[in-house]
């Protein structure tokens, strides 16, 4: 048997992943068994069994992991990531739940996090976009403001050096703003639809591209809930950050922050000294996590 070659997982699609090997290759691989436990962004070891196919065999260790999850299964997003942007618009509406999912998960693995609002074309929407997401600038979070459609350039100094994945539900115009990054986007996915001999794989669990050397992108599909099922409580209260200043001062060890005499934090939110939809979010989170 050969010895393995390595290589990174640059999109999946259901369990058939294509792997770009070191001299850029695309190969599409397959994994042993029914269960596959592979994401994009994963460093892999792979067996060619043949010129257009090869298994994978190992997965690296990872530096990192954004995963969801409810009570039953977990769905991997990607590996290897160092930032996510969690992409959101003046219209449609944004859920701000999911965007603190998304933010509790991003802290979980210590990434680096950006809030993009998009569609600022739009002025009176983006009034009130900007007013949702003012309790997030407040407490440390970046938050950028741009239209995808008429330029996109603010954007690209926080992509350099990092492995950034975008985030957000559909209509956000999240694919605006890859073609727009992104121009020339639509030829490795030709290239990959031609590996896999398929014209038909249009959604991935998501999709990595190069902006040079040192920075790259990974593109998900839309998503609507972020399940967070694999995170206690202490981990959900330690991605409410602005929660940190007030650790270990409710009475009781134990609490919950809900209806406990004695709360710490639901002090400081009757005081005005947290933002109460954040004290609420955290409330419904932490109770269902799914």
Known sequence: MNPPIQGQVVAAFSRQYIVELCDGELLPCLTHGKK????????????????????????????????????????LIAANITQIIVVVASKPSFSDELLARCLIAA???QLATLVVLNK??????????????????????????????ENTSPLRPFLQGHTSILVGQSGMGKSTLINALLPDAQAPTREISTALNSGKHTTTHARLYHLNRESHLIDCPGVQAFGLHHLDFGAIEAGFVEFAAFHGQCR???????????????????????DARRLKLFQEISQNRC
């Open 252 to 274: 009781f060890h134990n609490c919950r922050h809900t209806h406990e005499p004695g709360c710490a934090l639901k002090k400081t939110e009757q005081e005005g000294k947290i």
């Open 36 to 75: 596959s436990e592979v994401a994009c962004g994963d460093v892999v070891e792979i067996q060619r069994i043949s010129d257009a196919q090869g298994v994978i065999e190992r997965t690296l260790p990872r530096q990192t992991l954004l995963y969801r999850s409810d009570a039953y299964r977990q769905k």
């Open 120 to 149: 600022c074309d739009l002025l009176e929407a983006t009034m009130i976009a900007r007013a949702q997401l003012e309790p997030y600038r407040a407490i440390g979070y970046r938050v950028l403001e741009l239209c995808a459609k």
């Open 107 to 109: 802290h979980d693995q």
